[in-house]
């Protein structure tokens, strides 16, 4: 099946497009770590310095999907962060309510969708959820038009079915940088890496799914990925992640 979405897909993409890339999941779940972060707050840049080091720990030692949010309540107190968005401090405040939070904050962690407080409670949660078997086994498969990313996902469940489930596609960039100008963090140069540049509403989950990204020209095609995350509706469960880079999809032929 997933062979006849590709030839679908494939007829509305230019003679030149390069080859699609095609990844599989794991067979154990991989966790997903979100950070809540903002160039506007000054206890942001060590966290965003650590996701960096986390992002780099390879992949047979923690199996992970890193996703940096960075919300929009920092913005009118100096210095407008230009990769934040209304969207992403809505998800953060949901996430905090799914946990019981009073408040929100930045920096703020989540691995799998529960808040995670301090460096050995984010590394244990995330062994934690790479211990539990993956419930879908997960195809994920991209291509590329002269303006357009088609995302293709194959799913099948391992199990019983347990209802409805949900998906979202991203896309996030790395090696991104800004020389801030005002606010708390005046005069530094802030580094950052995973930073969710797209996000789509959260989909129902069907076993062959597709979904077209607009190419922002913004991006810099060799720093982007693309991310797949399925959970239970309202984001109380995380069951399986899917990420690939794109670079190779950029390469001239």
């Known amino acids: 099946m997933i062979r006849t979405l590709l030839l679908i897909s494939l007829l509305y993409l230019p003679a030149h497009a390069a080859d699609p890339i095609i990844v599989d999941s794991s067979s154990q779940q991989t966790a997903v770590v979100e950070l809540y972060t903002s160039e506007g707050c000054s206890s942001c840049p060590p966290a ?61 962690f989540f691995v799998n969708g529960e808040e995670a407080r301090g460096v050995s409670n984010i590394l244990e949660k995330i062994q934690k959820v790479n211990r539990q078997p993956a419930p879908l086994d997960l195809q994920l498969s991209v291509t590329r038009g002269d303006t357009e990313l088609v995302v293709s996902l194959q799913a099948r469940s391992r199990g019983d079915s347990k209802g409805q489930l ?33 996000m789509s509403r959260a989909q129902d989950l069907q076993d062959n799914n597709q979904h077209r990204i607009r190419i922002d020209p913004d991006w810099r095609h060799e720093n982007i990925g693309v991310a797949v995350l399925v959970t239970a509706p309202g984001e109380r469960q995380y069951l399986q992640a899917v990420h690939t880079p794109l670079s190779a999809l950029f390469e001239a032929k």
């Open 48 to 108: 965003d310095r650590w996701l960096s080091e986390l992002v780099a720990t390879p992949q047979r030692e923690l199996d992970l999907l890193a996703l940096s949010f960075h919300v929009d309540y920092w913005d009118y107190l100096g210095w407008k962060d230009r990769f934040s968005s209304a969207e992403y401090t809505r998800r953060q405040r949901a996430l905090g309510a799914n946990n019981l939070q009073r408040t929100i904050y930045t920096p703020e």
């Open 166 to 198: 949900h998906h979202r596609y991203l896309v996030y960039e790395n090696n991104l940088s800004t020389d801030v100008e005002r606010g708390e963090n005046s005069g530094k140069m802030l580094h950052h890496q995973q930073v969710v540049r797209y």
